[in-house]
């Protein structure tokens, strides 16, 4: 099975429905950008924020397993996608992708 890197590229904040929706919180997420992990065998990396894993675990499996080009060419490299995480109020995009 191929190795996959999963790295955190952008966080967006909406402040506007933050304010209008979401009850305070004192802790929300410890991602930043730059930061990365490898799965390993399609399996959640050490670390790795699960509700995020959540959102992208059936890409990685499917680039692990060596399957790819997800919706007939979406991405420039077939190996890769582009996934966001499913906080609706500070969403960060990963990029995840098969390395050697």
């Given amino acids: 099975m191929n190795k996959v890197r999963i790295t955190a590229i952008r966080q967006t904040v909406y402040h506007d429905l933050m304010e209008k929706y979401e009850n305070p919180i004192e802790h929300t997420c410890d991602v930043v950008e730059g930061q990365h992990w490898i799965s390993i065998d399609g399996q959640c990396p050490e670390g790795m924020c ?9 890409f990685v499996e499917s680039l692990a397993r060596g399957e790819g080009n997800f919706y007939d060419g979406w991405m420039k490299n077939p190996m890769s996608a582009m996934i966001s995480c499913n906080d609706g109020f500070r969403p960060f995009s990963f990029y995840i992708e098969v390395i050697d």
């Fill in 50 to 58: 699960p509700s995020a894993w959540y959102s992208m675990r059936e």
